[in-house]
């Protein structure tokens, strides 16, 4: 997460779309800026808020991306739900069954932990289920989406899906050392606080 707002903070000096595919070393669960802390899942995950909104999402088998890109880009100049349909769409797209985009009315989940049980308007989904979904947060440097698909997924498929969508070519990218101490100060003085996790909005 940290390295997420680190991304999203220097997006300007990169200046050109960064898509980052990445794992979990233990179980765990990711929730919403504006949730509340889920204390009753910490015993069995570890639990970190996003720095973008949506609900509870549990990383155990799944496959998370993050895009980000500067100010100016096209994906930031479209509204959010152009910007999320567009970044799904490049997701169904790295499938061998192509899913379909959820285009039902926008409904708001009911139970405290239903994130992946119930499909809002530009989800992927298949066969009734839902696949994939995301948030995003906008800020003065650029857009951060934060993806996650519910089941594994070659690395190289994604990319393939969002070349293929967004007519790019995406090249190989090394951190740069601001960028990684910047994202170790937001992890240490951030999103590994109790102030950060716990925070009540």
């Known amino acids: 997460m940290a390295l997420d707002e680190a991304l999203l903070q220097t997006a300007p000096a990169r200046g050109a779309a960064l898509l980052r595919v990445y794992s979990w070393t233990t179980p765990s669960v990711s929730f919403g800026y504006f949730q509340k802390f889920p204390a009753d899942l910490a015993a069995q995950y570890t639990v970190i808020r996003r720095p973008t909104g949506g609900g509870v999402v549990y990383h155990v088998a799944d496959t998370t991306y993050t895009v980000v890109v500067p100010v100016g880009h096209s994906l930031y100049k479209m509204s959010t739900n152009d910007a ?18 959820h285009t039902a009315p926008v409904v708001s989940p009911t139970g405290q932990y239903e994130c992946f049980q ?22 003065k440097t650029g857009m951060l989406h934060q993806g996650s698909i519910a089941t594994r997924l070659d690395p190289v498929q994604l990319r393939a899906g969002f070349e293929q969508t967004l007519s790019v070519r995406f090249q190989e990218y090394e951190l740069t050392a601001a960028e990684r101490d910047l994202a170790a100060r937001l992890a240490a003085e951030k999103y590994a606080t109790p102030a950060w996790n716990l925070r009540v909005t």
């Open 118 to 139: 119930k499909p809002v308007h530009g989800d992927v989904v298949a066969d009734g289920r839902k696949l994939a979904g995301g948030a995003q947060r906008r800020s």
């Open 84 to 101: 999320y349909c567009v970044i799904h769409k490049a997701v169904a797209a790295a499938f061998d069954h192509a899913p379909t985009l």
